[in-house]
């Protein structure tokens, strides 16, 4: 049973629009939430994070939005770049310190010029 | 500075067979995980070593084990391999074991089990 849940596999939005990429989690004692872009050859980058004391964190382009009632989360990346086409990965964990993260499947996201 | 580096970066074995995988951490970090990521899936926890001892432990068998050295680098091993054990092998270190610190990830080894 998938407890973090990217639905869309991928995404395609034009070069200066806003990219909008969505995830929901089921386990409703996740405390952390994080976001991964990842290019082809390479491993995960940490991207953006946010506790769940907080519905929104901003880091330049990228903005992370929470909603804890609907156990939703998205990234928005504004203005969108050509070097923002990868794989984004949500993950989530728990608050004890012995909790892991649990990855989405990710969302491939092709910014078209 | 260098980041994580992993070896080999490829690596093609038949059923049955044993692997070990290695993984650098960057410097000053003591935390190593694993993660197994198969095609069209993320990441999946795999191991945690801090310190040379074993904080966690994923949904994993027996086949697979992992130890951590005094350099904080790290092996992953597979036993008696599958089909299904086909997959990119990720490692990430951390500078301690917390599950809010920022993990960073090597490029990872791609095993494929013929």
């Known amino acids: 049973d998938q407890q973090v849940k990217q639905n869309s596999p991928s995404l395609s939005v034009q070069e200066g629009r806003i990219s909008i990429l969505n995830c929901d989690y089921t386990n409703s004692m996740f405390d952390y939430f994080l976001w991964y872009k990842k290019y082809p050859a390479e491993g995960p980058t940490f991207l953006i994070s946010i506790s769940s004391i907080k519905d929104k964190n901003e880091d330049g382009r990228f903005t992370v939005f929470l909603n804890k009632s609907a156990k939703h989360l998205s990234l928005h990346i504004v203005p969108s770049q050509p070097g923002d086409s990868a794989v984004y990965f949500c993950?989530?964990?728990?608050?004890?310190?012995?909790?892991?993260?649990?990855f989405g499947k990710g969302t491939r996201l092709h910014i078209l010029p | 500075d260098a980041g994580v580096t992993q070896s080999p970066t490829h690596l093609i074995k038949t059923r049955g067979q044993q692997v070990t995988l290695r993984c650098s951490p960057i410097?000053?970090?003591?935390?190593v995980s694993w993660y197994q990521q198969v095609l069209g899936q993320g990441p999946q926890f795999i191991f945690q070593y801090y310190e040379k001892e074993e904080r966690g432990r994923g949904n994993f068998p027996d086949r697979f084990s992992a130890r951590q050295f005094p350099n904080y680098s790290s092996e992953l091993n597979v036993n008696a391999l599958l089909l299904g054990d086909s997959a990119l092998y990720l490692c990430a270190s951390s500078p301690t074991s917390g599950v809010q610190e920022t993990q960073y990830f090597g490029p990872g080894t791609r095993l494929l089990v013929l």
């Open positions: 993950a989530a964990s728990g608050a004890n310190r012995d909790d892991k993260i649990i």
């Open positions: 410097s000053g970090h003591k935390s």
